[in-house]
Each structure stands twice: as structure tokens, then as C-alpha cells.
């Protein structure tokens, strides 16, 4: 209720004010019609009803303080009210079907609404009040007294309107129509419209042709029954949201801009020529007013009207091509083919077009048609890559299960390992197992590579040494039997690093033989250090290399490990190194199992960096 309140009230007031302000200018002197006439436009336009109450309210009141009579003032309302609703109506009725929005001027079909449903106010108000002056004042009133007031009219309403609508449309004061539940007959008021138009025209020629007074009021009274029969046509859409940042949007502000711009200074030449008119009394009504009003509407219809033509050709030609190519992004959807059957209705059109949307047209065809091979060719490598993934996995679960699960633990010896490949399969593997009641074989490997091939080659590795170990226990002879095997069919020239040691639990002896492995950390006498050991040469590399058997005897512990655990690195390129691995097992006195500390040790200093090389440790410790 406020809101209503305000609406009447500000309608009320403005249009009031607006009358006293210029009713000494020559617009009244020359009886060219009150000055507030096109505000009936602007308030029922913007506030509907309520500012079609106020404006109406505003107009009797000055028809009161004029001194006119009852029977003067009560038709003049209905038709000021009348009129000044129409203009709501019109606006939200359009012409077009897909735009029903608030008052706005950013495209060139609102601008042309806006224009349209002035003029049409403007000349139902004029003819209508042309037809009373005539019943109820003069009989002798000219027809050109209708055209003035029709031009007054027409440039406070197109003024005016362009204010009111750029200053109330962020508030929420603008009155919009409630959607009707009643069916909408389109054809009947179709009928209604064109019977309105048609009967102000003649209404209009009764009064050049000095009718009778019956035919003039029978023709008043039709043109504002069928006025306000049309008024009854119910809304059944939504109003839209718009984008006010488009393209045609700001050149349509730009251009009002301008129009308003030179409006003013044909107002100025107006006012400046006023005082020439004053004085030119032979002249007849018509250079009368030439200068005043004439040279606002001349700049409208040399620059105005010519104006929305080139923009209406702007928009269709350019603007509007651009903004179907716009509503591509509502086909795109990420790692998905755009439907080109469905773009194909926005732009194709244009395709054959030879100018630039033509070719702005065809490039999208390609893009699309290459955007749909890029997205199918990634689909089938997705697809691809979902069965690699998959065969990855069981790779993994396949590795995983052929490397020892559960630590070996006996009242001569505890033997455990661990290994964490960098990619879902790695070269790197440990491997323990009692051979028979007396010996125990440790074995660990870093093939050379990362992932699958890799992988492949410790695999074979790990499955040759096992079954080479079943009939000789000779580390030495196990490598070169190993080695042989391993460079015959080698196209990829692949190699691995391996340590073998078989323990005897007896004699608490270990027989060991390197083939290019980082040599083990040995407890001795309470304190670990590297053993000093025979490197040999990698596996796969050269033919019958004879390895050598080494044999010491162990009362502590061994650690094994693959490079993968020293040249672990941080954040700065820093690699854990053998001095901070040989520290962590001299500071480590705990007699549980050190592979997880060392693991938190190393993830400590790492710090969480992704690590390029396999991780693998293997660890034995002698029971007094």
C-alpha cells in the first residue's frame, strides 16, 4: 500500500509542479496545450494505474484552479486516465510475443515500442480533447489546434519518458502487471485496436470537416469505449529479466544520448525564436509555431526515426548474428561433444552469408566439427586409458602379492621388508624365504626404467632366482646363471641391480654376492655401517660375467635398501642421502621393527613431495 501511495503522490506532485513551472512559457501562451500533457504518459507508463490516478488527479486539479466546470472537467479525467493507463498497457500488450520486460530503452524494438505507443497516446489525448474543446467550448476551434497540442504532447512524453525510465528502473517503485488466469483472445482484441486507430482518424476528420455535434460526441464516445475496452486485455506472461550490458543495449544508450542532446539545442533555438514569432503577427499559425515546436520534431524525424532504421539494420544485420553465435556457450559442456544439430538453427543462416558473419558463421561450423573429432579422440583415449587403469590395477595386485606379505620371525632371526613403487607398478622388489630347516635366502632388486617395463623384468627376475635357488644355493652361481638368462632377447638393453645373500642360521653365516647394488648397512659391535663389498656389474648387461661369492658372519642386523630410499628429495632438491639414512639407524635404539620410523623419517624430511624413484628396505636382525 506504500508503494500505491507513492506512486499517486509522486505522479501527483511532479505533474503539478511541472505544470506551474512552464505554464508562463510561450507553450500556453500560443495555446499550444498544458505542458504536464505528456507526463499522463510518463507516470502511467512507469507506475501503471497508480500513476495513472495521480497524473489524472494532477489534471483536474488544474482544470479546478482554471475554473473550469464539472461537466468540463469529469469527460477530460476519463480521457486523461484513459490515455495515460493505455500507455501501460500497450507496453506490456507489444508487439512481439518473446519480450515483455520493465520500461527499458536498450534495443531497438523497445525503443520502437516506446515511439509507437507516444504517438499513439498522443493522438487519442489530442483528438479527444479536440473533440470537447469543440462540444464545449468553441465550435469555431481549428484543426490546427489538435496538432500542437499533439506535438506537445508527443515531446514532454518522448523526453520525459527517456528520464523517467533511466531514473526509476533500479527502484521499486515500477509498477508491473500481475499474470491473468483468464484466455487471452488475441484476434478480438486485435479488432479492438485497429477499430481504436480507426475511430480516432475519423473522429479526428469530423472535426476538420465541422460535423454536427451528435457525430462528434458519437465519435468521442467510441473512440474512449473501445480505449477502455482494450485496457481489459489480460496479461499472460512473465516478466523477463534482461542482460543491460549487451552490445545493442549500449549503442541504443549512446544514441539516445545524442537524440537528446540535439533535442535540447532545438529547444534553445525554439526559446531563441520566440521572441521573432512575438512579433511577426501577419504571420499565420503554422510559422508560428515552425520555431518553437516544429524544430524539435524535424530533428526527430531527420535524425530520430533515420537513426532507429540504420540501428534496426545494425542489429539485425550484425548485432543479432553475434548474439545467436553467444548461445554456443549454452551447448558447450565440459569433456562432452557439442550438438551441432541444435546450433545449426542459431547460425546456419548465416553460413552463406559473404561478408564477415558468413565467415564468422563457417569458422564456427569447423571449430565445432573439430571440437567434436578433439572431444571423440579423447573419449576413445579416455576409454583406453579406463582399461589400462584396470589392467594397471591388477599389475599392481599381481606385484603386490608376489612379494612377501608377512615377516619372517623365528627364535634365530627376524626378517621383514617393504616397498612402495612411484607409479602403480614399479622394477623395485624384495623377496625372503627359508630354503630349507638351515638357510634363508634375501634377495632385493631395482630394475632399471619406472612402471610396466620395469616391473616386468623384476618380475622375471624375482621368479628366475627363485627357482634357480630350488637346486643351487651358491649366490655367485645363481647371478651368473641369472645374468645369461637375462641378456639373451634384451632389444631394450634393460638392466637391474641386485643383492643375494643366503643365511645360515647355524652357523649364523651369511654368503652374499652383488651384482652393481647398493651395498647393505651392517650392525657390528653396537653401531651400523656400510659393508665394504664387491660392486659388480648389473644384470642384463654383459654375458658370462663371473660374480664372486663374499661371506661374513652376523650377529646383529642387515639393511638392504634400493637407491630410491637415499635419493629421496625435499621441497629444495635435497636428498636424504646415505649419512641421514646410516644416522637414523644409529640413533634408533628401539628393538621393534625400524621400517616404519624410517618411513616417517624420510616422509619428514620429504615433506610430502612427490618422489620420482621406487622406495624398497629390507631388514634382518640376528636373535642372540
Not at 259 to 278: H, K, M, Q, R, W
Request: hydrophobic share 45%.
Amino acid at each position: 500500500m506504500k508503494t500505491k501511495l507513492k506512486q499517486i503522490l509522486i505522479s501527483f506532485i511532479v505533474t503539478t509542479i511541472f505544470y506551474f513551472a512552464l505554464s508562463q512559457t510561450f507553450i500556453t501562451q500560443l495555446g499550444l496545450g498544458s505542458p504536464q500533457i505528456g507526463l499522463l504518459y510518463v507516470f502511467g507508463l512507469l507506475f501503471g494505474p497508480f500513476g495513472a490516478l495521480g497524473a489524472s488527479l494532477s489534471n483536474v486539479a488544474i482544470d479546478v484552479y482554471h475554473g473550469y466546470t464539472f461537466v468540463q472537467i469529469l469527460p477530460s479525467a476519463i480521457i486523461s486516465f484513459g490515455v495515460s493507463l493505455l500507455a501501460y498497457k500497450l507496453w506490456y500488450s507489444g508487439f512481439k510475443s518473446d519480450e515483455y520486460t520493465k520500461p527499458r530503452l536498450d534495443t531497438i524494438y523497445h525503443l520502437c515500442l516506446f515511439l509507437a505507443s507516444i504517438i499513439i497516446c498522443g493522438m487519442i489525448y489530442s483528438v479527444g480533447h479536440g473533440n470537447l474543446a469543440y462540444i464545449l467550448i468553441s465550435p469555431d476551434i481549428e484543426e490546427s489546434i489538435i496538432i500542437p497540442s499533439f506535438l506537445n504532447f508527443t515531446n514532454v512524453a518522448f523526453i520525459m519518458g527517456i528520464a523517467g525510465i533511466w531514473l526509476f528502473k533500479r527502484t521499486n517503485l515500477i509498477e508491473t502487471p500481475k499474470k491473468s488466469e483468464r484466455r487471452l483472445n488475441k484476434n478480438l482484441y486485435r479488432l479492438i485496436f485497429s477499430l481504436l486507430m480507426v475511430m480516432t482518424i475519423v473522429s479526428f476528420i469530423f472535426i476538420i470537416r465541422n460535423s454536427d455535434n451528435l457525430t462528434i460526441i458519437t465519435g468521442l464516445i467510441i473512440v474512449v469505449a473501445l480505449m477502455y475496452a482494450y485496457m481489459t486485455k489480460p496479461f499472460i506472461h512473465e516478466i523477463q529479466e534482461v542482460n543491460e550490458n549487451s552490445i545493442i543495449a549500449k549503442i541504443v544508450r549512446n544514441f539516445i544520448i545524442i537524440t537528446l542532446i540535439l533535442g535540447f539545442f532545438g529547444g534553445l533555438v525554439s526559446i531563441a525564436s520566440f521572441d521573432y514569432v512575438e512579433t511577426s503577427i501577419t504571420l499565420n499559425i503554422y510559422l508560428h509555431l515552425m520555431p518553437i515546436l516544429v524544430i524539435s520534431d524535424i530533428i526527430i524525424i531527420l535524425f530520430f526515426i533515420p537513426g532507429i532504421i540504420i540501428l534496426k539494420y545494425i542489429g539485425d544485420n550484425v548485432v543479432k548474428p553475434i548474439t545467436s553465435f553467444s548461445e554456443i556457450e549454452g551447448f558447450i559442456k565440459e569433456d562432452e561433444k557439442i550438438e551441432a544439430e541444435g546450433l545449426i538453427k542459431v547460425y546456419s543462416e548465416y553460413v552463406n552469408e559473404q561478408n564477415e558473419i558468413g565467415t564468422l558463421a563457417r569458422s564456427y561450423t569447423e571449430l565445432i566439427n573439430h571440437n567434436n573429432n578433439y572431444i571423440e579422440n579423447i573419449q576413445k583415449i579416455e576409454g583406453e586409458k579406463e582399461r589400462t587403469n584396470a589392467e594397471l590395477d591388477i599389475a599392481t595386485n599381481i606385484q603386490a602379492a608376489a612379494l612377501p606379505t608377512e615377516a619372517i620371525k623365528t627364535d634365530a632371526f627376524i626378517v621383514n621388508g617393504y616397498s612402495k613403487p612411484a607409479k602403480e607398478v614399479g622394477g623395485d622388489f624384495f623377496d625372503y624365504y627359508e630354503l630349507d630347516d638351515g638357510n634363508l635366502a634375501i634377495v632385493i632388486g631395482d630394475a632399471s626404467g619406472k612402471g610396466v617395463p620395469a616391473a616386468l623384468v623384476a618380475m622375471i627376475t624375482q621368479v628366475v632366482i627363485k627357482q634357480t635357488l630350488i637346486n643351487n644355493h651358491d649366490p655367485s652361481e645363481v647371478l651368473f646363471s641369472l645374468n645369461n638368462q637375462l641378456c639373451v632377447n634384451n632389444p631394450e638393453s634393460m638392466f637391474i641391480t641386485l643383492w643375494l645373500g643366503i643365511y645360515n642360521k647355524t652357523n649364523k653365516k651369511l654368503t652374499f654376492s652383488n651384482a652393481g647394488h647398493n651395498p647393505p648397512l651392517i650392525k657390528e659391535n653396537g653401531k651400523f655401517k656400510y659393508l665394504d663389498i664387491e660392486s659388480g656389474i648389473v644384470l642384463g648387461i654383459m654375458e658370462d660375467f663371473q660374480y664372486e661369492d663374499e661371506e661374513i658372519t652376523i650377529d646383529g642386523e642387515l639393511v638392504t635398501y634400493t637407491d630410491g630410499i637415499t635419493d629421496a628429495n625435499n621441497n629444495d632438491g635435497e636428498m636424504y642421502g646415505e649419512d641421514r639414512l646410516l644416522e637414523f639407524f644409529n640413533k634408533f635404539k628401539s628393538d621393534k621393527d625400524p621400517i616404519l620410523p624410517l618411513l616417517k623419517d624420510i616422509n619428514d624430511f620429504t615433506k610430502d613431495t612427490e618422489q620420482f624413484d621406487d622406495m624398497t628396505l629390507l631388514y634382518l636382525k640376528v636373535n642372540d
